[in-house]
C-alpha cells in the first residue's frame, strides 16, 4: 500500500506526519492491561505474522480493513485487539508496518531470546528439536533431557544429520540454571508428566508447554500451555459436525 490519498509538496507537512507517528507510537507504548484474553493474544501473533510478510515485500503501511482481511476477522477486531494494549495507527493513513512490528514483539515478549528446552526425546520430542521455525521468533532450543539418553541419542543424531546431545533428567536443575532456560516442552509419557513437571518446577523454569494429554498442576508463578493434538482436533470436529445440523 502507498500513500495514494495523500500527497505532501512541503517539508513542514513532512515534519508534521511525522511528529504525529512518534505521538501515536509513544502513546501505546507501556499500556498494557493486565486483562487479556487468550484469544486475543492469538490474533496479535497472527497480525504480526502477517506484516512481516508486507515488511517482506516493501509494504510501508497497512489499514486495519487490509489486516483484518488477511487475518480473517473483521476491522473493528483489529482495532479492538490492540487498544488493549494503546492506541495505534493514523486516521485515514493506517499503521505504520514497521512501528507495529516493533511494538506487538514487545507485547508478545518476542523482542528478546527464549531459552527452551525439549523434556522427552521420543517422536515429538525429536521432530521438535528439528524445528526449524523456532529460531524465526528469537525462540532456541539449549538442552533436550530423558529419562534413558543412551536410548535415544543414536536416533535423535541420525534425524537431526549431526551429533546430538542428551542429558538425563536427574540433572535438569543443574543445567537449566547454567543454560538459563525459561521454558520446558513436556513430551513425556502420560504417566510421567505431572512428576516431571514437578522437576520442572524445582529447577525453576517457570514456563511450560505441555503436550501431554493430562492436566499438570504447577504452583502459583509458573504458567503453563496446552497444545495436546486430539485436543484441537476435537474442536475442529466440533465446528465441521455443526456446519451439518
Same mark, same amino acid.
Given at each position: 500500500m502507498v500513500f495514494s490519498n495523500f500527497l505532501w509538496t512541503k517539508e513542514k507537512d513532512f515534519v508534521k506526519i511525522g511528529k504525529v507517528r512518534e505521538k501515536f507510537h509513544k502513546r501505546s507504548k507501556g499500556l498494557r492491561q493486565e486483562k487479556v484474553p487468550d484469544v486475543t493474544i492469538k490474533r496479535l501473533s497472527v497480525y504480526l505474522r502477517h506484516l512481516k510478510e508486507l515488511e517482506e515485500k516493501g509494504e510501508t503501511v497497512v489499514s486495519s480493513t487490509a489486516l483484518a482481511k488477511a487475518c480473517g476477522?473483521?476491522?473493528? !477486531?483489529?482495532?479492538?485487539?490492540?487498544?488493549?494494549? /494503546?492506541?495505534? /495507527? +493514523?486516521?485515514?493513513?493506517?499503521?505504520?508496518?514497521?512501528?507495529? #512490528?516493533?511494538?506487538? *514483539?514487545?507485547? &508478545?515478549?518476542?523482542?528478546?531470546?527464549?531459552?527452551?528446552?525439549? @523434556?522427552?526425546?521420543?517422536? &515429538?520430542?525429536?521432530?521438535?528439536?528439528?524445528?526449524?521455525?523456532?529460531? *524465526?521468533?528469537?525462540? *532456541? #532450543?539449549?538442552?533436550?533431557?530423558?529419562?534413558?539418553?543412551?536410548?535415544?541419542? /543414536?536416533?535423535?543424531?541420525?534425524? &537431526?544429520?549431526?551429533?546430538?546431545?542428551? +542429558?538425563?533428567i536427574d540433572r535438569l536443575k543443574e543445567v537449566a540454571k547454567e543454560r538459563k532456560i525459561d521454558i520446558a516442552l513436556l513430551t513425556?509419557?502420560? !504417566?510421567?508428566? !505431572?512428576?516431571?513437571?514437578? &522437576?520442572?518446577?524445582?529447577? %525453576?523454569?517457570? /514456563? @511450560?508447554? %505441555?503436550?501431554?494429554?493430562?492436566?499438570?498442576?504447577?504452583?502459583?508463578?509458573?504458567?503453563?500451555? %496446552?497444545?495436546?493434538?486430539?485436543?484441537?482436533?476435537?474442536?475442529l470436529v466440533y465446528y465441521l459436525q455443526s456446519k451439518r445440523r
Open positions: 476477522v473483521n476491522a473493528a !477486531q483489529v482495532r479492538k485487539d490492540l487498544a488493549y494494549f /494503546g492506541e495505534f /495507527g +493514523i486516521r485515514g493513513v493506517g499503521y505504520y508496518v514497521k512501528d507495529l #512490528i516493533e511494538r506487538l *514483539k514487545e507485547i &508478545l515478549g518476542l523482542n528478546r531470546e527464549w531459552r527452551l528446552a525439549v @523434556i522427552g526425546v521420543g517422536n &515429538l520430542g525429536t521432530a521438535l528439536l528439528n524445528f526449524k521455525d523456532f529460531l *524465526k521468533e528469537n525462540y *532456541k #532450543i539449549v538442552a533436550a533431557f530423558d529419562k534413558y539418553p543412551e536410548r535415544v541419542i /543414536g536416533k535423535l543424531a541420525e534425524r &537431526l544429520g549431526r551429533p546430538a546431545e542428551v +542429558i538425563h513425556v509419557p502420560p !504417566q510421567e508428566a !505431572q512428576k516431571v513437571v514437578d &522437576l520442572v518446577v524445582e529447577a %525453576n523454569i517457570r /514456563g @511450560i508447554l %505441555n503436550f501431554t494429554p493430562v492436566q499438570i498442576k504447577v504452583p502459583k508463578g509458573f504458567v503453563v500451555k %496446552n497444545a495436546y493434538f486430539t485436543t484441537v482436533l476435537d474442536n
